[in-house]
């Protein structure tokens, strides 16, 4: 499977713990990029990160988010001290390039994150 | 402030008919548009794009049309069939940033 691979699936996490979701990209995409949606709602973009480098985190919230894409394996987001409210799907997608022929970003199938 | 709409929540169609999804977008730097489908409990799967040189692009069943006066595009499908019952974003970016800005999609239901 050559897809945008994230796990786990689904997170189960009682308020002050820690989440970590993990992300791997397509075989040959350097350009990852996180994406929450809330429930009834559309995808908000939250980071976009190249290997060692976040590029643009204008839309992850300023406290106990974070986001690392490391020269090697998957990238993480981690989200420390989780209140119920961070509960939703997170997306990772990746992409080949920026240029405008690889901007399609292509999506995993999300993890389930929920607060209890 | 929703730089990207997509103002029908749910859309009703036949089987075999044409279904027309709309989406308005405000930032005029959006240079790059995109059409998802997504099932529930799965990500959203890529469709269909046009670049903002274009006003048409078509790929089998799917043709998306740009308006840049009107900042509005459509995704038409026909003939629509039960299986592409999901619901459809609509997103943008603009050359000088990679992060899409996505519609609140609207949920398509073909009926047998």
């Known amino acids: 499977n050559a897809g945008v691979m994230q796990n786990p699936r689904h997170l189960v996490r009682r308020r002050g713990q820690e989440a970590r979701l993990r992300c791997s990209p397509m075989?040959?995409?350097?350009?990852v990029y996180w994406y929450r949606q809330l429930p009834e709602e559309g995808l908000k973009f939250m980071v976009y990160?190249?290997?060692?480098?976040?590029?643009?985190e204008s839309g992850m919230p300023k406290e106990r988010f974070s986001a690392e894409f490391p020269k090697e394996g998957p990238s993480i987001l981690r989200i420390q001290q989780v209140v119920r409210g961070d509960s939703a799907a997170y997306f990772c997608?990746?992409?080949?390039?920026?240029?405008?022929?690889?901007?399609?970003?292509?999506f995993g199938p999300g993890t389930r994150l929920l607060v209890l | 402030d929703q730089q990207v709409k997509q103002n029908s929540p749910s859309l009703s169609v036949q089987e075999g008919r044409i279904s027309i999804l709309n989406c308005d977008y405000t930032n005029s730097m959006f240079d790059y548009f995109l059409w998802y489908k997504k099932y529930p409990a799965e990500g959203p799967t890529f469709l269909i794009s046009?670049?903002?040189?274009?006003d048409k692009n078509e790929d089998g069943r799917f043709t998306v049309f740009l308006n840049k006066s009107a900042k509005h595009l459509s995704l038409h499908i026909v003939p629509s069939q039960p299986g592409d019952s999901a619901v459809y974003f609509c997103a943008a970016s603009a050359r000088a940033g990679n992060m899409l800005t996505f519609g609140g999609g609207t949920r398509l239901m073909v009926k047998p």
């Open positions: 075989k040959g995409h350097s350009h």
């Open positions: 046009i670049s903002s040189i274009k």
């Open positions: 990160l190249q290997k060692e480098n976040i590029i643009d």
């Open positions: 997608a990746s992409s080949l390039s920026q240029g405008p022929l690889g901007e399609t970003q292509y």
